[in-house]
Structures are given as structure tokens and as C-alpha cells.
Nanobody
Framework: QVQLVESGGGLVQAGGSLRLSCAAS????????MGWFRQAPGKEREFVAA????????YYAYSVKGRFTISRDNAKNTVYLQMNSLKPEDTAVYYC?????????????????WGQGTQVTVSS
């Protein structure tokens, strides 16, 4: 079992930056693939980014590639999402998730644990 708590969301102007953090409980954080997802009002939850257990491999949705960077610090049990050049269409609740296998995948149903989410609002 792992519990996930996101932080770092807020209100930012278009073109600005935010860094989200997701702190995980437990001593086995390094055994989980970690992902970030988001859900905008009236829309389905969608994949944003994922990172392998060692941090060596990352995977991004096309809509955020080149603007967002996922990283992790296994010593701190934390995964991050650095978001730059934010756009109004990035407005959503952002969730981190953990997957208890080695494959890095973008599929929502393949993640076992979820945080409660943090709101990101980008004004135009």
C-alpha cells in the first residue's frame, strides 16, 4: 500500500510555471512507476506524464511534451511535475498515481494508487 499526497497547485498566468509535488508514504516508493494525470471540468481524466522506477525513463502526453518535466527523488519518496509555458487549457485537477510494476504506461486503469488531486488554474 502507498498513500499519495499532491501539493503545489495554484493560480498562474498563461506563460507562467508551477511545480507540483507528490509525496508518498511507505518504504517501497522506488518500486513504483509514477504517473501524473489531470482532469478538466466536464472532461475525462487524461494522462500527462510517467516515470520509471529509477527515473531513467520518462513518457509524456503530446500536449505537454517540451513544456512539462517529470522527475523523482527516491530518497525523499517524492515525484515532481515541473510545468512551464502554461496555457489556459492546462487548467485541471492534477493527480499523481503509482503503479506497482516495472512498465511505464499511460493507461489510467493500470495505476493502483491515487492521490486526492491538486487544482491548477491558468488564467489568460
Amino acid at each position: 500500500q502507498v498513500q499519495l499526497v499532491e501539493s503545489g497547485g495554484g493560480l498562474v498566468q498563461a506563460g507562467g510555471s508551477l511545480r507540483l509535488s507528490c509525496a508518498a508514504s511507505g518504504r517501497t516508493f522506488s518500486s513504483y512507476v509514477m504517473g501524473w494525470f489531470r482532469q478538466a471540468p466536464g472532461k475525462e481524466r487524461e494522462f500527462v506524464a510517467a516515470i520509471s522506477r529509477t527515473g531513467r525513463n520518462t513518457y509524456y502526453a503530446y500536449s505537454v511534451k517540451g513544456r512539462f518535466t517529470i522527475s523523482r527523488d527516491n530518497a525523499k519518496n517524492t515525484v515532481y511535475l515541473q510545468m512551464n509555458s502554461l496555457k489556459p487549457e492546462d487548467t485541471a485537477v492534477y493527480y499523481c498515481a503509482a503503479r506497482a510494476t516495472s512498465l511505464v504506461v499511460p493507461t489510467i486503469g493500470e495505476y493502483d494508487y491515487w492521490g486526492q488531486g491538486t487544482q491548477v488554474t491558468v488564467s489568460s
